[in-house]
């Protein structure tokens, strides 16, 4: 992280006297649709991990060939 320059992973932000750069821009952009990526992925395995906390597990039935 520290060779690119990048700080913590948290978004810069602008004041009124001192505007964000290019590189800070691009930084939050980058920033913002990986949060959105996590919040995609969280959301479509929601349903599964709801149903599977609150249904009580069925023993699987064994099959012998």
């Given at each position: 992280?520290?060779?690119?320059?990048?700080?913590?992973?948290?978004?810069?932000?602008?004041?009124?006297?001192?505007?964000?750069?290019r590189l800070q821009l691009q930084r939050n952009k980058a920033h913002a649709g990986h949060i959105l990526q996590a919040m995609a992925y969280n959301l479509k395995r929601l349903p599964r991990l709801y149903v599977e906390r609150h249904l009580p597990r069925q023993p699987q039935a064994s099959c012998v060939f």
């Open positions: 992280m520290n060779s690119r320059d990048t700080k913590n992973g948290i978004q810069d932000k602008a004041t009124e006297n001192n505007p964000l750069t």
